[in-house]
């Protein structure tokens, strides 16, 4: 019998980057007066809140693990386990680790978390952060390219991921009648869930369908690529932002230990990890590891996609979104529009969906994307997320973090107790 492993709660920085109102930049009016946050100020940050958030003594902590994708490139920095050794005092000497998976890395963060709880350790504290904004977005977005198969793929635009899921739209589209106002909507959610949720990057920027559903002068497309530059405008994507999220997974122990109870937990009732090749491209109109890992954490957990009532997708771009419902079963092939279009998927709908914003609204910092998405399962099914609260506090949730452009996938399941 495995052992049971329970999320104890954790901390979300204010993400932020070009287009929040505290990021300094050219004409902002601290522009060489003061700097934005660091790395290492993101992650000690988000480390501080979550032990304040838990109550969870230093003393008791196992282990951690710390998700980032490329420190190396944007900041010059690896070996961000010692990092996380460093973020907290008291943490130094304890077993730290980094893992890797492009924009998955915090949900691997969070999957080695819970393989060692079932191992047998009672407290680890798992982390994510990137900062993405000393450098130009096309610069990043050579960097990020690193996610996908570089040397086949690279070329298909300076902004190769947009590019990526600019081909993926112009597939989904084709395939299935979704115009380009259905995908607006999916912007058009994100931003108005950003609105209310003080940490979001695009907390103060305004979406409505005129500008999302369409290209005009707001929304422009960008890419060079001639075939998927239609497909792509500023508002279908993710933010670069800067940011940092950290949480507590323990055992039934560690519940103890920290002085707390189910009651102040939820419990990660399993999870589906799926990777697929980095060489192939296979079927664009649907998320293949997507629909695999969720399979994986279906039959891990027992759960059915009708019993998801509150779910965090990675909506690296407006069409993930839809793509990510589908193959996590709460709408058929081609009918995720259908969802959004009919509210399902509002914060008062049916199967409410990326309640913060996403990554669309809420921001992208990558190493913290799956960390910060498992916060915020939390804060939903213990009644903390403020304006944008779902109204019946859930009682099932569920994560699902992609890494690439869907070749590695990490799905988790949560429970009320
Ligand atoms: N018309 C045409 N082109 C325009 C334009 C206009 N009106 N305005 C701007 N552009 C072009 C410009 O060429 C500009 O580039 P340069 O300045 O280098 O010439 C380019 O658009 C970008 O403009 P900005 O730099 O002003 O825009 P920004 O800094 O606000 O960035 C964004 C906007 C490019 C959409 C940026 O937010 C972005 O790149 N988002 C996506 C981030 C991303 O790809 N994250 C990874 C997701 S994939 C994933 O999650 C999986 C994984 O493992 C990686």
Known sequence: ????????????????????????????????????????????????????????????????????????????QGHLGAALAGSYPGLAGKAMTRVEAACASGGLALASAIDAIRAGNDTVLVAGVEVQTTVSAREGADYLARASHYRRQRSIDDFTFPALFGRRTKAYREAFGVTEEDIGRVAVKAYANANKNPLAHMKAKKMDLATAGSVNDKNPCFLQNAEYSPYIKMSDCSQVSDGASACFVVSEEGLKAAGKTF???????????????????????????????????????????????????????????????????????????????????????????????????????????????????????????????????????????????????????????
């Open 263 to 417: 009651a102040d937990a939820i419990e990660i009732v399993g999870y589906g990890h799926s990777t697929a090749s980095l060489y192939e491209d296979g079927d664009l109109t649907q998320l293949w590891t997507t629909k695999n890992a969720a399979a994986k954490a279906y039959k891990a957990t027992g759960l059915a996609p009708g019993d998801i009532q509150v779910a965090e997708v990675h909506d690296c771009f407006t069409v993930t979104e839809l793509l990510m419902i589908e193959a996590l079963g709460f709408a058929a092939p081609g009918k995720g529009a259908e969802l959004v279009r009919d509210g399902a998927t509002n914060i008062d709908g049916r199967i409410p969906v990326n309640t913060g914003g996403g990554l669309v609204g809420f921001g992208h910092p990558v190493g913290a994307t799956g960390v910060k998405q498992a916060v915020e399962i939390w804060k939903q099914m213990k009644g903390l997320s403020g304006g944008y609260q779902v109204p019946k506090t859930p009682s099932v949730g569920l994560t699902a973090n992609m890494g690439g452009d869907d070749r590695t996938v990490m799905v988790t399941a949560f429970r009320n107790l």
């Open 1 to 76: 019998m495995s052992r049971r492993v329970f999320l104890l709660g954790g901390f979300n920085t204010p993400f932020i980057g070009k287009g929040h109102p505290d990021f300094v930049w050219k004409n902002h009016p601290d522009f060489g007066k003061r700097e934005n946050p660091n790395l290492e100020e993101h992650l000690a940050a988000a480390v501080a809140g979550a032990f304040a958030a838990t109550g969870v003594d230093v003393e008791k902590v196992d282990k951690g693990y710390i998700g980032n994708f490329v420190g190396e490139l944007f900041c010059q």
